[in-house]
């Protein structure tokens, strides 16, 4: 007898720092990097006497968030306290949003290789940060107070997500909306998009299962990982006859497994009530409309776009969508380009391969600063490879030294005589060379070892150089190999 099929329950809670001057409640420099504990005052550090003023900046982002996600924005919402204790919040409470937040009941689209789904949001919420606690060998666990008091928003999904894929889908597009509209930067690595995977399993048709939540996962790649951890366990622990229990849980990605940390809280514990200190916050209807008339194209938007002007398939206009600085910079060099598809397929695969080979630090992260190449550069050695004026293998290496050393490609090749050798004579030359030398592997060609046509190719290769034309070269190979003649 088969073992049921169990489905997987997720919904994502994300946490995003905003891109404001500075922190939520006072006056505080809202900065990443600083020295330990040097962008903190009274307010933010809770000492008694002191009192909350609020950044209206931070509304205006959060209202943002929600309009580019197909969020209802309210127009007044209302900050509570949530009471817990813990050694990096100061006052014992973080002020959040509870009972009125500012955004509710949106969505997102996303795609995957399922085809396109649509992911509900049931809220967003603004909130502060907690500070950040740095586990030391030689020192312990030390404080750092900078992040404490860092306006946030949390976007809380529906339980919609149905597989790792579809929630990293959902996590880069949203990732992709918040960049896109000036929100936030979203740097995983820094910690200013973080996410908590609440997962449980069922059998299909049945009620939700009991939830775990793994808190402050800060890639994609942590979040794929560990839902594929958690789920296995729970399979587990469900087919032993184990009962599951509501917890939270640590994802370790040295191990690969999810390990308990505590009792998962419910609402009720937190024993939440409106903020004495903070009046109501209201958006007025010019503001509303203002906010969103300052939304730029989304990724959506753009990626119908490009499939439309460009010919690109649904997949490329994806990829180039998925950051605001990538599509500005495909953007401005596909007018320079013949084949502005041809432009996407480069950037999407010899480019990104050279943007990973590069990322010394492994952080997976992407910005402008990661292509130090001109787009009018880029468009003129995508030409010279659609073309067929370079093959595929110098058209490597010219991109690697441009990733060095930006310059025009078309000079580049000139200078270095690498253009692709295209001359019959030349050719057949170095075909018939490499089969006289080599007897041996022609004896096995014939004889039905074809593979070794790959070790002839690459022999008649570097008698050009690598600049032959590799189908024209291959072609005149086999007509040596088998005794035809197609001139």
């Known amino acids: 007898m088969s073992k049921p099929i169990y489905e997987m329950v997720i919904g994502l809670e994300t946490h995003v720092e905003l891109r404001t001057k500075t922190k939520i409640f006072c006056s505080c420099t809202n900065e990443f990097g600083a020295e330990p504990n040097t962008h903190v005052c009274p307010v933010c550090m809770a000492l008694p006497g002191t009192l ?33 204790f813990y050694p990096d919040l100061p006052k014992a409470y973080q002020i959040s949003q509870f009972y009125r937040p500012i955004c509710e009941h949106g969505h997102l689209n996303i795609h995957t290789s399922q085809g396109e789904k649509r992911i509900g949001i049931t809220r967003i919420h603004i909130e502060e940060d907690a500070g950040k606690l740095i586990h030391d060998d030689r020192l312990g666990t030390c404080l750092d107070m900078n992040r ?27 990732r992709a909306i918040l960049t896109y509209t000036g929100v936030s930067d979203c740097k995983m690595n820094e910690g200013s998009m973080r996410c908590d995977v609440n997962l449980s399993i069922r059998k299909p048709g049945e009620p939700f299962g009991t939830r775990s939540e793994m808190k402050n996962l800060n890639s994609f790649q942590s979040v794929e990982r560990a839902i594929a951890a958690e789920y296995v366990r729970q399979v587990a622990a469900v087919e032993a006859g184990e009962t599951l229990v509501q917890e939270t849980r640590r994802y370790d990605q040295k191990t690969g497994k999810t390990s308990s940390m505590r009792r998962k809280e419910d609402s009720a514990d937190y024993r939440y009530f409106p903020d004495p200190d903070l009046p109501e ?35 490329a206009a994806e990829q180039l969508t998925d950051e605001r600085w990538l599509a500005e910079y495909f953007e401005t060099a596909a007018p320079f380009a013949k084949s502005p598809a041809a432009l996407a397929n480069l950037i999407i ?137 197609t001139e």
Do not use: W
Request: with cysteine.
């Open 148 to 174: 404490c008091g860092v306006p946030l928003i949390e976007i809380v999904s529906e339980p919609d997500i149905r597989s790792a894929e579809e929630a990293v889908a959902y996590l880069r597009k949203l």
């Open 52 to 84: 909350p003023v609020f950044n209206e900046q931070v509304l205006t982002y959060a209202a943002m968030a929600g309009m580019a996600t197909n969020c209802y924005v309210h127009h007044k919402s209302r900050f509570d306290r949530k009471n817990y």
């Open 349 to 485: 695969g010899e480019v990104f391969a050279q943007i990973t080979l590069r990322d010394t630090e492994h952080t997976g992260e992407r910005d402008e600063r990661s292509l130090p190449i001109l787009p009018q550069n880029l468009a003129n050695l995508s030409d010279l490879l659609s073309g067929g004026r370079v093959n595929s293998s110098t058209g490597k290496k010219i991109l690697s030294i441009m990733f060095d050393a930006d310059c025009d490609p078309i000079a580049y090749a000139e200078a270095h005589n690498l253009f692709t050798v295209t001359d019959e004579a030349v050719l057949r030359a170095a075909a018939t060379k490499v089969l006289a030398q080599n007897p041996d592997l022609v004896a096995s060609y014939r004889g039905g070892k074809l593979g070794v046509q790959k070790a002839l190719m690459g022999k008649a290769m570097a008698e050009t150089r690598g600049k032959a034309d590799p189908e024209r070269l291959r072609e005149m190979l086999v007509e040596g190999l088998t005794g035809t003649d």
């Open 281 to 315: 916050v209201y958006l007025s209807d010019a503001e509303m409309a203002q906010i969103k008339a300052s939304i730029p194209a989304l990724p959506d938007e753009r990626r119908d776009q490009y499939m439309t002007d460009f010919g690109l398939t649904a997949y």
